[in-house]
T-cell receptor, first 113, second 109 residues
Framework: NAGVTQTPKFQVLKTGQSMTLQCAQD?????MSWYRQDPGMGLRLIHY???????DQGEVPNGYNVSRSTTEDFPLRLLSAAPSQTSVYFC????????????FGPGTRLLVL | KQEVTQIPAALSVPEGENLVLNCSFT??????LQWFRQDPGKGLTSLLL?????REQTSGRLNASLDKSSGRSTLYIAASQPGDSATYLC????????FGAGTTVTVRA
């Protein structure tokens, strides 16, 4: 199993540009989430999904969209990039709702100029 | 809203010393608590998962305890090694985790 994969590893954007961060898992996990990590802060939840076709907002959803058309993939879209979205983005997945280990991808480092 | 705090933010110890990392949370109604390790520029690797009904979990040199009544968890790493140098994060919740900012550990050879 590849586990949780994320692409790209690093991206530079100009303010106002849009892009999609890709996340995929091959463990047949129903639950997937996106977090951002900023210096000196813990990871913060952006959006999450409890299964194909079902998504919801987390703590910091503004400026981001998600969709879940398959169990395997959970892309995160930046609609109009802003410097405040400079961060490291992590995708995570787990099999069950609770009492299950969460698996994280390697992260995407995003710089918005 | 769950608030998670990890103190200290950084810790430096000589090789062989035992490590004690603290995690406190405000809402005791948690499903589980998970400890992660993060190496620079890398993702999070799960170390231990403590379910809400459990009081501790052990894996090798690692032992994590959970006291929901006081809102605290402690990660013990016995006989630290330079390879243990990393940032350690705790996360509380179910499939949606609330994280502390982490404790960065340096083990000096």
């Amino acid at each position: 199993n590849a586990g949780v994969t994320q692409t790209p590893k690093f991206q530079v954007l100009k303010t106002g540009q849009s892009m999609t961060l890709q996340c995929a898992q091959d463990m047949n996990h129903e639950y997937m989430s996106w977090y951002r990590q900023d210096p000196g802060m813990g990871l913060r939840l952006i959006h999450y999904s409890v299964g194909a076709g079902i998504t919801d907002q987390g703590e910091v959803p503004n400026g981001y969209n998600v969709s879940r058309s398959t169990t395997e993939d959970f892309p995160l879209r930046l609609l109009s990039a802003a410097p405040s979205q400079t961060s490291v983005y992590f995708c995570a997945s787990s099999y069950g709702r609770a009492q299950e280990t969460q698996y994280f991808g390697p992260g995407t480092r995003l710089l918005v100029l | 809203k769950q608030e998670v705090t990890q103190i200290p933010a950084a810790l430096s110890v000589p090789e062989g010393e035992n490590l004690v990392l603290n995690c406190s949370f405000t809402d005791s109604a948690i499903y589980n608590l998970q400890w992660f390790r993060q190496d620079p520029g890398k993702g999070l690797t799960s170390l231990l998962l403590i379910q809400s009904s459990q009081r501790e979990q052990t894996s090798g040199r690692l032992n994590a305890s959970l006291d929901k009544s006081s809102g605290r968890s402690t990660l013990y790493i016995a006989a630290s090694q330079p390879g243990d140098s990393a940032t350690y994060l705790c996360g509380c919740g179910d499939y949606k985790l609330s994280f502390g900012a982490g404790t960065t550990v340096t083990v000096r050879a």
